[in-house]
Nanobody, 130 residues
Framework: QVQLQESGPGLVKPSQTLSLTCTVFDDSIPTNVYYWSWIRQPPGKGLEWMGAIAYSGSTYYSPSLKSRTSISRETSKNQFTLQLSSVTPEDTAVYYC??????????????????????WGQGTLVTVSS
């Protein structure tokens, strides 16, 4: 059974970079057709898709976070990582990693739309505070 597990610091200071890792168990990031996403949920608010890395290694980001977000993978460890720079208290949220599929399309640049997310990590709370 495929499982995802997020890890990383629970407290980050403002202006620093938030870094989280998602470890994938019983699946392989580069050899299947899935896209591996990061999603967050601020307290009292809805889910926000942040970005994804494809099985091919291509990356896609939410336009609203693109300037601050970077997603990469470490295939030897079956992990993918999230980095969010210049954080503020508004970035306080539960951060999830998830597996899914979607649709890519080109309109001058490549974009990705999530169709579904079928396996989620349990989520990790990251608080941005001095």
């Amino acid at each position: 059974q495929v499982q995802l597990q997020e890890s990383g610091p629970g407290l980050v200071k403002p202006s620093q970079t938030l870094s989280l890792t998602c470890t994938v168990f019983d699946d392989s990031i580069p050899t299947n057709v899935y896209y591996w996403s990061w999603i967050r949920q601020p307290p009292g608010k809805g889910l926000e898709w942040m970005g994804a890395i494809a099985y091919s290694g291509s990356t896609y980001y939410s336009p609203s976070l693109k300037s601050r977000t970077s997603i990469s993978r470490e295939t030897s460890k079956n992990q993918f990582t999230l980095q969010l720079s210049s954080v503020t208290p508004e970035d306080t949220a539960v951060y999830y990693c998830a597996r899914g599929e979607g649709q890519t399309y080109y309109t001058g640049s490549y974009h990705y739309t999530v169709r579904y997310l079928d396996v989620w990590g349990q989520g990790t709370l990251v608080t941005v505070s001095s």
